[in-house]
């Protein structure tokens, strides 16, 4: 009886393996198929293959779900009504079972966000309510903040929430922390894609060429640099005036006493109160104490110096700018401090000190050309005040030119803006028939005042 038991085994081991083999086989022809054709973009030929292996060996290959996703997004594109819903319902399906069989390979935020995505998208096909909608984003990010980092996502994340908030079915609270988290994680992408893209800059300002690689990774850098610059502006757009000082001081000041040891908690507020002006008001000076008495950083150190500022004592408050600065680490967020310091004495019209502040942002963030515009800016304001003859005083505005320039060469998301004021600071400049007049293309002219530099006259 053992015997028999053992060779039914056996015969059903073999023939187990047997059939395998056989399914592997089918499976591996199959992958094939399907892979040329989704090579060539030929996604109607590659489905019926695609789903044969799909079913058969979802642990075959990634290949399944890479290209299985460009053959659903096809498929979606030209289809509609029910068709198309289930399309839709498979794509999701299909990540799905990515996460199942290549759970390593499919980061939980970064595909859940996808899902999301596409269903908001499609969201009147799918009749999904913003009340649906959010809670898919949100469990999404929830579950891997870290790999939640697509641009578009992170802003219609934040744009439900305030769709909910206007309809009352979210509270202040809900909406400003929620505010504070996509804001926070914005900052975060495009500190690390400055980082990555800073490299790159000081090996072309050293003066090597970069190879095509590295040229292919600085496209890469730039278009997100440029897409989070987007809806960095778009996210404050939706919030608008919901975040005014007549909402966030009764808020703020309703959830102090529950707070006032939550760092985290003071610090947004601070830093809310700060970005809207509303540093007036007696509760800022609550709030940054407080933050500082319990977490000195270096954001309390700054909001410090910005109550100093408010009381007229400009020496004290730089000195609690500085002492922000030595706090910080992360060099990104270093060019922060500096260049808000920089606009604080922008502002006063201390241009000389803010030029300083903003040349330390750029050598801690080269690639934020926002620096480079407001030194531009600042020449411009002084040519009147910075030359000797009126040829002399107008010379400046070939520097302010040259700065704006600078601005539109490191950083992707200023290339218009630094083309248009470049060529307005130009056409202030001296013409080529003045230039002619004075006889002196090619020289250079001594700009005193602060900006203590010089200029060449252009040739003509």
């Known amino acids: 009886m053992k015997t028999k038991i053992t060779l039914l085994a056996l015969l059903l081991f073999f023939g187990f393996n047997v059939v395998n083999a056989q399914q592997d086989e089918e499976c591996m022809t199959n992958l094939s198929i399907f892979s040329e054709y989704a090579k060539a973009k030929n996604y109607d030929a590659a489905f019926d293959s695609w789903m044969k292996v799909r079913k058969k060996c979802p642990q075959l290959n990634r290949a399944i779900y890479t290209y299985g996703e460009d053959i659903l997004d096809h498929k979606i594109e030209n289809a509609s009504g029910a ?8 794509l999701i399906k299909l990540w799905e079972e990515r ?3 290549f759970a390593s390979k499919t980061p939980k935020g970064e595909y859940g966000a996808k899902a999301c995505q596409l269903m908001y998208d499609n969201r009147e096909l799918l009749n999904k309510t913003d009340g649906d909608l959010f809670a898919c984003f949100d469990a999404a990010y929830k579950a891997d903040p870290e790999t939640f980092t697509n641009p578009k996502s ?3 994340y934040f744009s439900l929430m305030v769709d909910l908030y206007d309809a009352g079915d979210k509270t202040a609270s809900e909406l400003f922390n929620k505010y504070d988290d996509v804001v926070e994680k914005v900052e975060q992408e495009v500190g690390n894609y400055s980082e990555s893209l800073n490299v790159l800059i000081e090996k072309e300002d050293a003066g090597t060429a970069l190879t095509s690689k590295e040229k292919s990774y600085k496209k890469y ?8 610059d987007q ?11 919901r975040a005014n000082c007549e909402n966030l001081i009764p808020l703020y000041t309703k959830d102090f006493e529950a707070n006032k040891t939550n760092a985290v908690w003071l610090q947004r507020a601070a830093g809310n109160m700060s970005a809207k002006e509303c540093t007036d008001d007696p509760l800022f000076f609550k709030l940054v104490n407080a933050y500082h008495n319990i977490s000195p950083s270096a954001n309390s150190a700054y909001y410090l110096g910005i109550l100093k500022d408010k009381e007229g004592k400009t020496s004290e408050a730089i000195k609690f700018y500085e002492q922000a600065i030595s706090l910080q680490s992360d060099s990104f967020k270093k060019a922060k401090l500096y260049e808000k310091i920089g606009d604080k004495l922008k502002a006063k019209g201390n241009y000389g000190s803010a030029r300083g502040y903003f040349r330390n942002a750029l050598k801690f963030n080269p690639s934020n050309g926002r620096p480079h515009l407001k030194i531009a800016d ?13 040829f002399n005083k107008r010379a400046v505005f070939w520097l302010a030119a040259d700065e704006a320039e ?5 950083d992707p998301t200023l290339k218009s803006a630094a083309a248009q004021s470049a060529a307005s600071y130009r056409a202030k400049a001296p013409q080529k028939s003045e230039i002619f007049s004075e006889g002196n293309a090619g020289q250079n002219i001594a700009i005193g005042c602060w900006i203590g530099a010089s200029v060449t006259v252009p040739s003509i």
């Open 83 to 90: 068709e198309k819903t289930a399309y839709i319902n498979d």
């Open 99 to 101: 996460e199942q069989y």
């Open 154 to 156: 992170l802003y219609t």
């Open 221 to 228: 850098y730039e278009s997100y640099l440029k897409a989070y």
């Open 231 to 241: 809806i960095a502006g778009s996210i404050n757009s939706k919030l608008g005036s």
């Open 378 to 390: 600042m020449y411009n304001r002084s040519a009147n005040n910075c030359g000797d003859t009126n």
């Open 406 to 410: 600078k601005a539109g060469r490191v």
